[in-house]
Structures are given as structure tokens and as C-alpha cells.
């Protein structure tokens, strides 16, 4: 993996390790454009559905050859053996983190995290984590057991983290201590919440026990993207 040179030093690598870029396009050559003005903020870039139907692996390869780890958000949801197939070869394509729906169940989880472990084996890489999605951060209507019961999912499932709103952190804590917490729905105070139900500030994630959080809207559609970026770095 080549690092890009000189601007990478712009904020602390532990400021940076917890920021993740959600490059939410359709084309890899703006991904790419963004990706390169971003890196001075972010130590991750976060492919979603989008960019990843558009250009599949080679978006994840552009990444990793910027020195960004991978972030795969396709929130599988599917039979195991499909989710099992189908994380065996995204595990070989050198993501870092990786998606699966926790709706999808203990047994879709754990053949989800076989794949991924057992892909990136093969491929002779680090051991990804599969992060279980508890509940989208646009639903406001889930009823309260339902955070609870998936974080337990994830656990029985073998996931290395969760991603879930600012707002259930404190039970991610308290059932899954050990496990990482990824957060979106991130935005600056008084910024727009666009779709995002349940959102939060940096400060405020982080202050509930975030480990990583996704920054899409807030800083890829900000008049001043960098500007934007380094407003977020300076508030964790
Ligand atoms: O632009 P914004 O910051 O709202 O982007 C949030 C990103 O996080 C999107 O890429 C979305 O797919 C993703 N996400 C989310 N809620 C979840 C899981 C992922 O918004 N529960």
C-alpha cells in the first residue's frame, strides 16, 4: 500500500484513525478527486452501495493505494451461504471493515464472518472486522428492545463491532463492551440533518464511547469541503 506524501500529516493519526470518509458517489473519478483533497482528515474512506455498483473492487484497490483503509458498506442481508460466498472474496479484496445487516440473524452473521476471515486468509491479508448495522440511523420508529437484541446478535454472531446512532452507544457499552462502535449520522452543530433521523455532533459521539465515525453530507457536500473536514477534526 503507498502512503500519499507531505499534506498527511495534517491532523494526529489517532484523530484521523477515528475518522471515516463516506465517498457516497457514483463515479470513482470524483471519489478518487475527494478522496485525495480529504486524506489530510480521514485514516478511512467508507465505499457504499453507490460507488461500489458503479466500480466494484477497483474502488477498493483506488483507496487502499492512497493509504486509506477500506471501509465496505454493503449491509449484507441474505441467506448464510450467500453472505458466506459472497465475504469469502470481499475478504480477499483487502478491506478493513465490512457491513452485514444484524436483522439477517446469528446464523447469516457468523457465516458472514467465516467468509470474511477465511477470504482474507486465503488472500494472505490481516484479519478484517464485520461490523453488524443495529438499526439505520434515517429510522426513528425501531422500538427500544430492538437495539438491544441486535447488538446481542452481533455478539453470538462473532462480529468485531457494530455500527449504530450516537444516541444507543451507552448500550453498546454496557452488552458489548469489547466490541468497536461505529458511528454515523454525524453533523456539525446547527448543519443540516438531510435524511438523518437520529444524529449527532463529533463532540457528542465521541463523548458516548464512538470508536470510528462516518462523515458523509457534512463534509462532501459543505461549500468548503476541507474547510468543513478540518472543522470536524478540530472537534474531536
Ligand atoms: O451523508 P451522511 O453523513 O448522512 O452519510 C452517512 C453514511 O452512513 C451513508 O453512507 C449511509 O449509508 C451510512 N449509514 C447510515 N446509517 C447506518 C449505517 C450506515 O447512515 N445505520
Known amino acids: 500500500m503507498s502512503e500519499m506524501p507531505a499534506e498527511d500529516g495534517a491532523v494526529p493519526e489517532e484523530v484521523r484513525g477515528r475518522l ?4 457516497d458517489l457514483d463515479d470513482l473519478v470524483e471519489a478518487h478527486r475527494m478522496a485525495v483533497q480529504l486524506r489530510p482528515w480521514f485514516g478511512v474512506a467508507k465505499v457504499g452501495l453507490e460507488l461500489f455498483s458503479a466500480d466494484g473492487p477497483d474502488a477498493i484497490g483506488a483507496l487502499r493505494d492512497l493509504g486509506y483503509r477500506v471501509f465496505l458498506d454493503l449491509k449484507l442481508f441474505d441467506i448464510p451461504t450467500t453472505v458466506n460466498r ?4 470481499l475478504g480477499s479484496l483487502g478491506v478493513e471493515y465490512l ?3 444484524a436483522l439477517g440473524g446469528v446464523d447469516m452473521l457468523r ?3 467465516e467468509g470474511l476471515h477465511d477470504g482474507a486468509d486465503r488472500a494472505g491479508l490481516d484479519d478484517p472486522t464485520a461490523l453488524a448495522v443495529t438499526v439505520l440511523t434515517s429510522d426513528d420508529g425501531a422500538p427500544p428492545h430492538i437495539v438491544p437484541n441486535r447488538v446481542r446478535l452481533a455478539l453470538e454472531g462473532g ?3 457494530l455500527v ?6 451507552q448500550t453498546a457499552r454496557e452488552l458489548a463492551p469489547r466490541l468497536t462502535r461505529v458511528v454515523p449520522g454525524i453533523r456539525l452543530s446547527g448543519a443540516p440533518r438531510h435524511d438523518q433521523a437520529r444524529a449527532a455532533t463529533p463532540q457528542e459521539a465521541v463523548a458516548n ?3 470510528l465515525l462516518v462523515i458523509g453530507r457534512a463534509v462532501t457536500r459543505a461549500e468548503d469541503p476541507a474547510a468543513a ?8
Open 86 to 89: 459472497s465475504t469469502t472474496v
Open 20 to 23: 471515516a470518509l463516506a465517498l
Open 99 to 101: 457491513t452485514l445487516h
Open 159 to 161: 462480529c468485531g463491532g
Open 209 to 211: 464511547g464512538a470508536d
Open 164 to 169: 449504530l446512532a450516537a444516541e444507543d452507544l
Open 111 to 113: 457465516a458472514g464472518v
Open 229 to 236: 473536514a478540518a472543522a470536524v477534526a478540530a472537534a474531536i
